[in-house]
């Protein structure tokens, strides 16, 4: 069997070309997306290509049979590759990994103090700082507030770890153990939305499940793109909290 027989038995979406010609577009939105929250060292190119290999390598896991768009699969698998791609280079500095594990430390310690999510003042003057500095704070680990792919959950089996993106493929060798470690995983995480101040939920709705841009979102809350910015930031911040996983980008173990 030749590649192109690969592609089409396994995703039923025809050739690699045929691949790339539907969600190139899809490829470009999410490299758009994330270029915007990187260093200038960073080429949109290469990030396009780190995308096209996460959809062709999508494309050969995709499980048909199961009830999951392809396109929705795709999109995560892309979005992952980009960021995977992203990680490979050691370009947050330390100054900036050290600022991210105080916003966190201290939206986790003032939710546990008051039993609600902390408002900006109150965060702002438990780090014994002025509004305007902890914005500024915000706008530093802008940079990190990516949910990276490699803190979602993975579950240990007899010869290797599956990802919880291969679990959303339905994989249909997957075993029981495997549809409750996602089933916990999304109950998890919905929990962590929900606990959401009311202004952050509605910008994670926006921004991730309508698609808007920031500039968008910010015509939307009647705000600058700029502070819309510093709001996903804290608000990624409180979700990473939720689900334990470390500031500098790692996962809890």
Known sequence: MNSNEAYEGKAGLGTPEA?????????????????????????????????VLGLLDGAQRFDTSKDVLFKTFAAYRVRGAMIDYLRTFDWMPRGLRDTSK?????????????????????????????LDTYRQKLDQVRSMSVVYFDDLPSVH????????????????????????????????????????????????????????????????????ESRVSQVHSQMVMRLRGHLQLSPDGKGSK
């Open 19 to 51: 691949l790339l010609e539907e969600y190139l577009p899809m490829i470009r939105y999410h490299a758009d997306q994330l270029m915007r929250r990187t260093p200038a060292s960073i080429e949109l190119d290469d990030m396009i290509d780190a995308g």
């Open 102 to 130: 105080s916003l966190q430390g201290a939206f986790n310690e003032l939710e546990q103090r008051f039993g609600r999510p902390a408002e900006e003042k109150e965060i702002a003057e438990f780090l014994e700082m002025d």
């Open 157 to 224: 089996g007899e010869d290797d770890d599956l990802h919880v993106l291969d679990i959303i493929a339905g994989d249909s060798a997957l075993g029981p153990e495997h549809q409750t470690a996602m089933g916990q995983f999304v109950g998890k995480l919905a929990e962590a939305i929900e606990k959401l101040p009311k202004r952050e939920a509605i910008l994670l709705s926006l921004y991730y499940y309508e698609e808007l841009t920031m500039k968008e979102v910010a015509l939307v809350l009647n705000l600058t």
